[in-house]
């Protein structure tokens, strides 16, 4: 018989990652990062003139941010411990939107952390490689975790089958974000989701 699977995020569901990016931006480039932006459409503004970035510059700190920073990121509160324990009933698998290049430096991040589960990464929506991974894996159960709405839309309409929680790990970002219409729970504490995550597994897959 499979095992369930777990398809989770890494940034804000394992590790934080706006407050680093927020930090670094603001020592290194003299740029404030408003939080409570989460689009990050207006959310990155020089300090000295009060400018907003533009969307290729953001992608630009973005990238940089990801190709030498990732060590300033750590893990949320419980995530690392919740995994290890879900990992004796389910296949875990990372599934994380970032570039090819910053793959490898993701891999050996969260290996540093003892995360040993295999790393996919992935840009746009999240719904066809979940889908990829679940005809892969054939599991009895299929759990996707995920900080942003529109990945639990991506999913829903992939792989209907998939229990879907939305999970902030931010709480200065949470308390902006309204729960996806996508999911089928919104849960920001791995110590709070754990037994979620648990009944959804052993009951099987989710209504389509």
Excluded at 86 to 112: F, M
């Amino acid at each position: 018989m499979t095992r369930p699977l777990i398809i989770t995020d890494c940034d804000e569901v394992l590790l934080h990652m706006v407050v680093p990016f927020r930090d670094w931006l603001d020592e290194v480039h003299d740029i404030h990062f408003d939080l409570s932006n989460h689009s990050f459409i207006d959310a990155l503004r020089r300090k000295a003139c009060g400018t907003v970035l533009e969307v290729g510059e953001v992608w630009t700190m973005l990238r940089a941010f990801f190709g030498s920073e990732m060590h300033r990121q750590y893990p949320i509160d419980g995530a690392l411990e919740t995994l290890a324990r879900l990992s004796a009933i389910a296949d875990i698998v990372v599934l994380t939107n970032i570039g090819e290049a910053e793959h490898e430096g993701r891999i050996a991040q969260l290996r540093k952390l003892g995360v040993e589960h295999p790393v996919y990464w992935n840009q746009g929506g999240k719904g066809a490689p979940a889908r990829r991974l679940i005809d892969e894996y054939a599991p009895s159960a299929v759990l996707f975790v995920d900080d942003l709405a529109q990945h639990h839309d991506s999913v829903a309409e992939h792989a209907p089958e998939a229990w879907r929680l939305h999970m902030v790990g931010e709480p200065l970002m949470a308390r902006h974000i309204p729960p996806a219409p996508a999911a089928h729970a919104r849960i920001d504490s791995w110590a709070a989701a754990e037994g979620w995550i648990r009944e959804r597994l052993a009951q099987g897959r989710a209504a389509a």
